[in-house]
């Protein structure tokens, strides 16, 4: 007896979640990779999931405006660097205290007008990581300049300079 109700538990909501899948395959709007492929995620405990999604109910303190439900969600949102990168791109410059890269050249001049006492220039690799950020997306999460984050983040010999061009 137990089989059969554990067994139309579960088909029932799967016979559904297929009807309802078909009768959504034209609407835009709605997502229908739910159903059925939902269902095999949950039974064969899939580790990644294909449309993740997490509904969350929040403290009357906090729901009172849009910006504090923005703050939650960039809280809990999992954001890597490649999701707010827009370019990278590997230069190879043989002296980066005066770069033959045009477009750095008063950007540079200007840096080591003031030298960072921290920074030996002999030990300046002539290769450059340029890691250009998505500014709007930036924004959106409330991302600040993550140079210190660079820095601090391993103990590899590396250096980070931010220019907001």
């Known amino acids: 007896m ?94 980066p205290t005066s770069t033959m890269i045009e477009e750095d050249f008063e950007f540079v001049k200007a840096y080591y007008e003031m030298p960072d006492e921290e920074i030996d220039p002999e030990k300046i690799s002539p290769w450059l990581l340029r890691i250009e950020l998505n500014r709007e997306m930036m924004v959106d999460k409330k991302i600040s300049m993550a140079t210190n984050r660079i820095v601090d983040s391993r103990n590899l010999d590396k250096y980070c300079e931010f220019c907001s061009v």
């Not at 835009?28 to 109910?57: F, Q, Y």
Request: glycine fraction near 4%; proline fraction near 5%; charged fraction near 20%.
């Open 2 to 95: 137990i089989g059969c109700i554990a067994a139309q538990s579960i088909g029932e909501p799967a016979t559904q979640m297929t009807l309802n899948t078909f009768h959504y395959a034209g609407v835009s709007a709605k997502n229908v990779t739910l159903g059925v492929p939902r269902l095999r995620e949950i039974i064969n405990v899939a580790k990644i999931i294909k449309t993740p999604s997490l509904s969350v109910c929040l403290k009357p303190e906090v729901n009172k405006t849009k910006e504090n439900a923005k703050n939650v969600q960039c809280a809990l949102e999992n954001t890597t660097l490649r999701s707010v990168t827009q370019a990278i791109e590997a230069w190879y410059d043989p002296d």
